[in-house]
C-alpha cells in the first residue's frame, strides 16, 4: 500500500484571531450608545444559516477606531494579555494607589486602568468644549450672586433652602471678595453620552475634584502603550493646560508671578494620596498638610526647617467644612486655624474659593436652564439629565411616578446629617422596594432630588485570558469626567481629554469604590497638536530661589523617621539572622555568648520580656523570635520596622524616587506574605526564617543605596541621614557594652558574632586573619575612621551633619553637635586598659564582682559605650525640640487684634 495513502491528513490548526476580528465582533449591550460604531446598539436578529457569527448584526467601526486598530491589527489575543500585564506592571511599578480601604495593616489598592482609551472625535469634543465652558461661566456668575447680593434668592430663581440648607454653603464667606476676583478655578464636568449619541450632564464638582493627577498618569502609560497610534490620530496635548492654570493662579495671587503656591492635603490616608503628590509634584507645588501651616497677623505660612515662609495660594483637596476648626468644624485635624481670616483680608487665594460646595447638589441641575437665561442671556448648549428637586411640590409630584425610570439622589450628597444616602437606580428595584422611597421622598422631600436615567455608552474594554477562556475585548459602560480649568484674564479653558471611569462588567455605576475602573481620553484635534510643556522659558532670581525646594516641619520630621526606621529595620533583620546561625552554630551552648543574643534580642523587642532566655529554653526562645518576624504587634520585630518604614515613606512619597518607593513596597509586602505562607503550613523553620531574613536584607540593601545615592543632599537628607546615625551609634554602642558586661566577647563565638553585627567581618579578617585580640577589635569597631560601622566614624559623621544642618559655618560646631562625645579624645591604649580604673569601692561592695569579672574590666571604654548611648537619645530630643515642634509658636496670634 502507498505510504502516503496511509498516513492521516493532517488537520489545519485554526488561526487565532487578530485584534481587529475581535473589535469587529464586540457588541455593545442593546439600547446603549457603542463607541466603537457611534451608533445605538441594537439587538441582533436572527443569524442566517452559515453566516459568520461576527458578521451578524455588526455595523462597521467608526473611521477613528478603525484608525486606532490598524496600528497594531496583526496582533493577537495573546499580544494584548502581553500589553495588559505590562500596563499593570508598569501601575504597580509606579506605585499608583487608589486607597480606597487605606488603612496602615492593608495594602494600598493599586489603581485600576484599562487597556484601550476612549477617543472622542473632534465634533464631539468641540460641543463638550463650548457646553462646559458656558456652565463654568454660569456657575462663576451663581457663586458671585449667592455670596453677594442674592439676587436670585430674592428673586425666587433659587430655592432659599437648597443653598442656605446646604453644609456646603459657608455663611463665614458672605460678602467676601475672593482674591483674583474669581471664586472657580477648576471644575469638574460628569458627562454621559445617551442612546442618541449626544452628551448629558450627570453631575459638576467644584469643592475639591479628584483626577487631575491620576489622567496625568493614565496618558503616559496608555500613549507608550500605542505610541504609534497615539502619533497618528492628532491627539491634542495636556500640559499646555496645567501650565495655563499654574500661571493664572500665580497672576492672580497677592504675590503675582513669584508667588509661592502649595497643594493642601488631607494626608497619606486619604484615598486619593497618590493624585496629590504626583500633582505637586508634577506642577511644582509645595505638598502641605494642614499642620504644616500656621496664620500669624491674617497672613498664612508654612513651617519649614528655616522657619516661616510666606503661602500666597493654596489649591486645596481638603472638603471645605475641614479647613479651619476656628469657623468650620471644630473637631478637624485637617485644617488650619485661622484660615478664613486670611482668606477675608485678601492675604491668601484658595482655589476653589470655600463655599462652593453647594453647586454639587443634583438637585440645582434643575435650576441652571432659567439662571443661564436670566444670568448669560443664553440657552445652555450641554443639557442635563432632567431632574426634579422633590422640595417643590409639583416637581415631587411629577417626579414620584417616574421612579422606576431614575436614579434617586440625596439633595445633600455627603451629609447624613441632613439625609444622606447612597444613590439607587430605580429600574433595579423592585415594587415594594419603591413604595418603600416614595414614602421616604414624601415625608422627606427636600432631601430627595430624582434624576432621568439614560443607558451609558458603551467603550471597548480589554479582558485578558483566563484558565480555559481566552482574552477578548468587552464593552462597558463608561462616563466622561472633563475638566475646565482656570485661564487668567482668558477666563477659563477645558483640559484636552479628561478621565474616563468604566463601570465593571454588567453594572452601570462608574465608581472606583465599586470595582470600576479608568480610560485615558484621547480628544482629538483637527488642528495643530500643542507641543506645550510645563518648562518656563525664563526664570526671574526670585523665582529661582522659589524652586529651591522648601522642607516643612512635617516633611523634615517624616524624613527624620524615614532614616531611623531604615536603620532600626536593618539592625533587626541582622540581629535575628546573626541570633538564628549562632543558635545552630558549633557554640550554640556558649552561656555568655547566649545570654548577649538573649539581652541584645529583648533590647530590640525581638522577642517580648516574658520569653525564656535562650539560656533557659532555646527553642521556645527561637520560636518566639521566628514567629515575631512578620508580625506587626506584640513584639516590634522585623516585620513591625518594615511597615513603620512604608508608612512613614508613604507621608513623604513626593520626595522618593520610583525605584525607592518600590523597593520598599516590595520589601514590607513579602516579608508579611512569606511569614503567613509559612505560618499557615505550621512549618517555618529557622532554615526558611533564615532565608526570608537574607532577602530582606538584600532589599535593605537597595533601600539605603538609593538613600546614600539617589536623593538630593539638602537638609531633608540630612535629617535623614542623622536619623540613622542616631539609630546606629545607640544601637551598636549598647551591643558591644553588653558584650563586654556578659563576657561574650571573651568566647571565639560571641568576638565572631560582634563583628558580623558591626558588618566588619570580612575588612577584620582581612587586616587582621583570625585573631581575637580584643584591642583588634577595639581599633576596628570604636577607632577605625575609615570604617562607617565605627563608632568614632559615626559620632564624628553625626557631629559634622548636626552642624551642617544648624548652618554653622565650616570646621565650626553647634551645640547639639557638642552632645556628641568627641572620638578625638578616645585613644587606643586606655580604651583597651583592662584596670577597673573608673570604677569605685562603693560599686563593687556587695555584688560579689571580683577585679576579674568582665563587669569591672573596660571601664573607660564601658564609659565612652554608655556615652554615645545616652548621646543617642538627648539629641534625638533636641532635634524634635529644635526643628519639628514649633512650640515657641503656639502663643503668637491667628489673626488681627
Not at 486598530?69 to 499580544?79: I, K, R, V
Not at 484615598?271 to 503628590?277: G, I, L, P
Not at 585573631?771 to 576596628?780: G, H, K, P, Q, Y
Not at 571601664?859 to 525640640?881: E, G, M, P, R, W
Request: proline share 6%.
Amino acid at each position: 500500500m502507498n505510504e502516503a495513502m496511509s498516513a492521516p491528513p493532517q488537520l489545519a490548526q485554526p488561526e487565532s484571531p487578530s485584534v481587529a476580528d475581535l473589535a469587529q465582533a464586540t457588541q455593545a449591550t442593546p439600547g446603549h450608545f457603542d463607541e466603537l460604531r457611534g451608533t445605538v446598539a441594537r439587538a441582533a436578529p436572527a443569524p442566517a444559516p452559515h453566516a459568520p457569527e461576527a458578521a451578524v448584526g455588526s455595523p462597521k467601526l467608526t473611521e477613528i477606531w478603525r484608525q486606532f486598530f490598524s496600528t497594531f491589527e496583526n496582533d493577537s489575543a495573546a499580544d494584548m494579555d502581553q500589553r495588559a500585564a505590562n500596563l499593570a506592571r508598569q501601575v504597580r511599578d509606579n506605585g499608583i494607589t487608589y486607597n480606597v480601604y487605606a488603612d496602615e495593616n492593608g495594602p494600598q489598592r493599586p489603581w485600576s486602568l484599562d487597556l484601550f482609551p476612549l477617543i472622542v472625535d473632534p465634533a464631539s469634543w468641540q460641543r463638550i468644549e463650548v457646553g462646559v465652558l458656558q456652565r463654568m461661566r454660569l456657575l462663576e456668575r451663581v457663586m458671585a450672586d449667592v455670596y453677594g447680593p442674592q439676587t436670585l434668592l430674592h428673586d425666587g430663581l433659587l430655592p432659599p433652602a437648597l443653598v442656605h440648607a446646604h453644609p456646603g454653603y459657608l455663611r463665614a464667606m458672605h460678602g467676601v471678595e475672593p482674591v483674583g476676583e474669581r471664586y472657580l478655578h477648576i471644575a469638574a464636568f460628569d458627562l454621559a453620552r445617551g442612546p442618541d449619541g449626544n452628551w448629558w450632564l450627570e453631575a459638576q464638582r467644584s469643592q475639591a475634584p479628584s483626577g487631575l493627577g491620576y489622567l496625568l498618569e493614565n496618558r503616559l502609560a496608555i500613549a507608550a502603550q500605542f505610541p504609534q497610534a497615539f502619533q497618528n490620530l492628532g491627539v491634542q496635548r495636556l500640559a499646555s493646560t496645567y501650565r495655563a492654570l499654574m500661571d493664572s493662579l500665580k497672576t492672580m495671587s497677592p504675590a503675582g508671578p513669584d508667588a509661592h503656591l502649595a497643594l493642601l492635603t488631607p494626608g497619606p490616608y486619604n484615598e486619593t494620596y497618590f493624585e496629590h503628590a504626583y500633582l505637586a509634584r508634577y506642577l511644582g507645588l509645595t505638598l502641605v498638610e494642614g499642620s504644616d501651616l500656621l496664620v500669624r497677623d491674617e497672613c498664612l505660612f508654612l513651617k519649614t526647617l528655616k522657619g516661616l515662609v510666606p503661602v500666597h495660594g493654596l489649591l486645596k483637596r481638603v472638603d471645605d467644612q475641614y479647613l479651619d476648626p476656628l469657623e468650620l468644624r471644630a473637631d478637624s485635624t485637617l485644617g488650619v486655624p485661622g484660615l478664613l481670616q486670611a482668606i477675608r483680608a485678601g492675604n491668601v487665594l484658595v482655589a476653589n474659593a470655600p463655599g462652593s460646595a453647594f453647586l454639587e447638589s443634583p438637585a440645582l441641575l434643575g435650576f441652571l436652564p432659567a439662571l443661564s437665561r436670566q444670568l448669560l442671556g443664553e440657552e445652555l448648549s450641554l443639557p442635563a439629565l432632567p431632574t426634579w428637586w422633590c422640595g417643590e411640590r409639583n416637581a415631587m409630584e411629577e417626579a414620584l411616578p417616574r421612579l422606576a425610570d431614575c436614579a434617586i439622589k440625596p439633595t445633600y450628597p455627603g451629609s447624613f446629617e441632613q439625609g444622606g444616602f447612597e444613590p439607587v437606580l430605580g429600574g433595579k428595584l423592585g415594587a415594594r422596594a419603591l413604595d418603600e422611597w416614595a414614602g421616604r421622598i414624601v415625608r422627606q422631600a427636600e432631601e430627595h432630588t430624582v434624576q432621568g436615567y439614560s443607558p451609558l455608552s458603551q467603550m471597548p474594554t480589554w479582558q485578558a485570558s483566563t484558565a480555559g477562556d481566552p482574552g477578548r475585548l468587552r464593552a462597558r459602560s463608561v462616563m466622561l469626567r472633563v475638566f475646565v480649568v482656570s485661564d487668567g484674564a482668558q477666563g477659563w479653558r477645558v483640559l484636552p481629554g479628561g478621565l474616563a471611569r468604566v463601570a465593571s462588567v454588567g453594572r452601570e455605576i462608574t465608581s472606583m469604590q465599586r470595582g470600576g475602573s479608568s480610560a485615558d481620553v484621547w480628544a482629538l484635534t483637527r488642528g495643530e497638536v500643542d507641543h506645550s510643556t510645563l518648562l518656563a522659558p525664563h526664570m526671574t532670581p526670585e523665582s529661582l530661589m522659589q524652586r529651591k525646594r522648601l522642607i516643612t516641619s512635617r516633611a523634615a520630621e517624616n524624613l527624620f523617621w524615614l532614616g531611623r526606621y531604615t536603620e532600626r529595620a536593618e539592625n533587626a533583620i541582622r540581629l535575628a539572622r546573626l541570633t538564628l546561625e549562632c543558635l545552630h552554630g558549633e557554640e550554640q551552648s556558649s552561656a555568655p555568648l547566649l545570654s548577649w543574643l538573649s539581652q541584645m534580642a529583648v533590647a530590640n523587642t525581638l522577642v517580648l520580656p516574658g520569653v525564656p532566655s535562650a539560656l533557659q529554653a532555646p527553642r521556645v526562645f527561637e520560636r518566639s523570635l521566628i514567629d515575631s518576624l512578620g508580625g506587626s504587634s506584640g513584639a516590634t520585630s522585623v516585620g513591625y520596622y518594615l511597615r513603620a518604614l512604608k508608612m512613614v515613606g508613604s507621608s513623604v512619597r513626593e520626595r522618593l524616587s520610583q525605584e525607592h518607593w518600590r523597593i520598599i513596597v516590595r520589601c514590607e509586602e513579602e516579608l508579611f506574605q512569606r511569614c503567613a505562607a509559612q505560618r499557615q503550613r505550621a512549618d517555618f523553620s529557622a532554615l526558611q526564617a533564615l532565608q526570608i531574613l537574607k532577602d530582606s536584607s538584600d532589599h535593605m540593601a537597595a533601600i539605603t543605596g538609593a538613600q546614600t545615592d539617589r536623593m538630593t543632599r539638602d537638609d531633608g537628607w540630612r535629617l535623614l541621614s542623622i536619623g540613622r546615625h542616631i539609630e546606629r551609634l545607640g544601637f551598636l554602642s549598647s551591643a558591644l557594652m553588653r558584650g563586654l558586661d556578659t563576657g561574650s566577647l571573651h568566647t571565639d563565638g560571641g568576638f565572631d558574632a560582634m563583628v558580623e553585627l558591626f558588618d566588619s567581618a570580612i575588612t577584620f579578617h582581612a587586616q587582621f586573619q583570625q585573631s581575637r585580640d580584643m584591642a583588634a577589635l577595639v581599633d576596628l569597631l570604636v577607632i577605625d575612621r575609615d570604617n562607617p560601622r565605627s563608632i568614632s566614624w559615626i559620632a564624628h559623621t553625626l557631629r559634622g551633619r548636626l552642624a551642617r544642618l544648624a548652618g554653622s559655618d565650616p570646621n565650626q560646631l553647634c551645640a547639639l553637635s557638642l552632645k556628641v562625645p568627641d572620638p578625638n579624645s578616645w585613644g587606643l591604649a586606655q580604651l583597651c586598659d583592662e584596670a577597673p580604673d573608673l570604677v569605685t569601692p562603693a560599686q563593687t561592695q556587695g555584688d560579689g564582682s571580683e577585679p576579674g569579672d568582665p563587669a569591672l574590666q573596660y571601664a573607660l571604654l564601658k564609659d565612652v559605650l554608655y556615652q554615645c548611648t545616652q548621646a543617642s537619645f538627648v539629641v534625638s530630643d533636641d532635634i524634635s525640640a529644635t526643628y519639628f515642634t514649633h512650640s515657641g509658636l503656639a502663643n503668637h496670634s491667628l489673626g488681627a487684634a
